[in-house]
């Protein structure tokens, strides 16, 4: 078990681009695998989460050729054999590791299939509630068996079948619910609504509509009409901002750094970070490069004293993934930070709230625990610390750029979870802690097949 050692380093002055974005990448290998013919992806994103879904479309027919690979982790660039819409049994049940967005987007594709497959995942993904998703996937017409110790959690035994279309009201904000929704109903006949809570990101909307499927949007209801073939494109995925989030607090929280993150995902469903950070106090320009499609561009940020804020309800969907991580800048602010309306933090990877107060606690941050959320008293000196991340991903990299702030050691412990979204974090760790300056100290090195 693989663990990173962090002390604090007293400027940050980088430029680089983080890796590929993992929702968007997820959605890059099956609307890729869908299409009716070949898609080359770049930018892929080589995690272990990827990557599964991946070998999912392979195992459902839609081979793949790696061009450019991450040395050590997989492809960044690959080309995709669509099988236009007509997916075959897969031989063997299907791994999703870690991955929620893995899990539940294939089982909305594979209740549309007119054949028996099965999900799994390891111990985590194993205890994330299913139910969220078998129901309308039941109520379309599939008949699906949870397996899992747990009551309603995977395994998945999906006896898929020709599904219907249904009108859903998601009972929680959730992307990955709409997904599976619109991914079922892309086998159903007629429109398939999904109407939404709160706005949720919109990465298969997005994706759906460069692939000229025709699916609309008006406010919180989206609607799809089935039967249509995703028409294969090239596509490049913008780097992605949750990993960004990580270099962006410690940039924003170290008086006069600068930090330039390049070709990232600006899709303003991903980025309300950004104005938390600015709320805050850090000070930062976006520029966006790419503004169709996925928009995606520049973030300059530059460091300045934090102080501490609220977050929106309806902020909350759009920065799900980044609470561990603003928590950390939260504990590095002058005041008072409230996050509340997260109950969703708790069927993450870990339960995020017990995770975060945990390790923030460990670190000598004043914090009060609530069943939604957490508030924290910023603005006392760090302590370095022996931190578990309980195999979360997000949890290892939110408390390793605490570990830049504190005095004396900060011990991650249990880090091989990191490569479920963010593989060469280490390398980047390791160029900023050594408060290097160079973009070509950034670079992952790849190798071209
Ligand atoms: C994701 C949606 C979010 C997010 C996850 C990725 C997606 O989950 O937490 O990391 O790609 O659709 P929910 O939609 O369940 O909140």
């Known amino acids: 078990m693989s663990s990173l050692s962090v002390k604090a380093i007293s400027s940050l002055n980088a430029e680089f681009s983080v890796p590929g974005d993992k929702s968007i990448s997820h959605r890059a290998a099956i609307f890729g695998g869908l299409s009716n013919g070949v898609c080359e992806i770049a930018n892929f994103l080589p995690s272990e989460d990827c990557l599964n879904t991946l070998k999912a479309m392979?195992?459902?027919?839609?081979?793949?050729?790696?061009?450019?690979?991450?040395?050590?982790?997989?492809?960044?660039?690959?080309?995709?054999?669509?099988?236009?819409?007509k997916l075959t049994a897969p031989e063997a049940p299907i791994d999703c590791g870690n991955s929620g967005t893995g899990m539940r987007l294939l089982a909305g594709l594979l209740a549309g299939q007119e054949f028996t497959s099965e999900l799994f995942g390891d111990a985590s993904l194993s205890s994330r509630p299913m139910g969220r998703i078998t129901e309308p996937l039941s109520e379309m017409g599939a008949n699906i068996e949870t397996l899992?110790?747990?009551?309603?959690?995977?395994?998945?035994?999906?006896?898929?079948?020709?599904?219907?279309?249904?009108?859903?009201?998601?009972?929680?904000?959730?992307a990955q619910v709409k997904s599976a929704v619109l991914l079922a109903g892309m086998f159903?006949?007629?429109?398939?609504?999904?109407?939404?809570?709160?706005?949720?990101?919109?990465?298969?909307?997005?994706?759906?509509?460069?692939?000229?499927?025709?699916?609309?949007?008006?406010?919180?209801?989206?609607?799809?009409?089935?039967?249509?073939?995703?028409?294969?494109?090239?596509?490049?995925?913008?780097?992605?901002?949750?990993s960004a989030s990580f270099?962006?607090?410690?940039?924003?929280?170290?008086?006069?750094?600068?930090?330039?993150?390049?070709?990232?995902?600006?899709?303003?469903?991903?980025?309300?970070?950004?104005?938390?950070?600015g709320r805050m106090g850090a000070q930062m320009t976006e520029i966006v490069t790419i503004s169709d499609g996925e928009?995606?561009?520049?973030?300059?940020?530059?460091?300045?004293?934090?102080?501490?804020?609220?977050?929106?309800?309806?902020?909350?969907?759009?920065?799900?993934?980044?609470?561990?991580?603003?928590?950390?800048?939260?504990?590095?602010?002058?005041?008072?930070?409230?996050?509340?309306?997260?109950?969703?933090?708790?069927?993450?990877?870990?339960?995020?709230?017990?995770?975060?107060?945990?390790?923030?606690?460990?670190?000598?941050?004043?914090?009060?625990?609530?069943?939604?959320?957490?508030t924290i008293h910023g603005g006392s000196q760090l302590k370095g610390a022996r931190i578990k991340s309980h195999g979360d991903h997000r949890i290892a990299m939110a408390f390793a750029i605490a570990g830049l702030f504190a005095s004396g050691e900060t011990v991650i412990e249990d880090t091989d979870c990191i490569n479920t979204s963010y593989p060469g974090f280490a390398h980047h760790l390791d160029a900023i802690r050594h408060e290097r300056t160079k973009p070509e100290d950034f670079i992952l090195p790849t190798t071209i097949r």
């Open 148 to 174: 899992g110790e747990k009551p309603g959690c995977a395994p998945l035994k999906i006896h898929g079948s020709k599904v219907k279309p249904i009108s859903y009201h998601l009972p929680v904000a959730s």
């Open 58 to 85: 392979r195992a459902l027919g839609a081979n793949f050729e790696v061009l450019e690979e991450m040395d050590g982790y997989g492809p960044t660039l690959l080309r995709i054999h669509g099988k236009g819409m």
């Open 295 to 374: 928009p995606m561009g520049n973030i300059e940020i530059k460091g300045a004293p934090l102080k501490g804020t609220t977050l929106l309800p309806e902020e909350i969907p759009n920065l799900i993934d980044e609470i561990p991580v603003i928590a950390v800048a939260a504990a590095l602010a002058e005041g008072p930070t409230h996050i509340r309306n997260a109950k969703e933090l708790r069927v993450k990877e870990t339960d995020r709230i017990t995770t975060t107060v945990e390790n923030l606690r460990k670190m000598g941050v004043d914090v009060e625990e609530f069943i939604d959320g957490m």
């Open 247 to 277: 270099w962006l607090v410690a940039a924003a929280a170290m008086d006069g750094s600068r930090l330039l993150i390049k070709d990232v995902g600006l899709n303003p469903t991903r980025t309300a970070i950004l104005k938390v950070l």
């Open 188 to 242: 159903a006949e007629g429109i398939t609504e999904v109407i939404q809570p709160a706005i949720t990101r919109d990465h298969t909307e997005r994706m759906l509509t460069s692939f000229r499927v025709s699916i609309r949007t008006e406010g919180e209801k989206i609607s799809l009409p089935g039967g249509q073939t995703p028409e294969s494109l090239d596509f490049r995925v913008p780097g992605d901002i949750s």
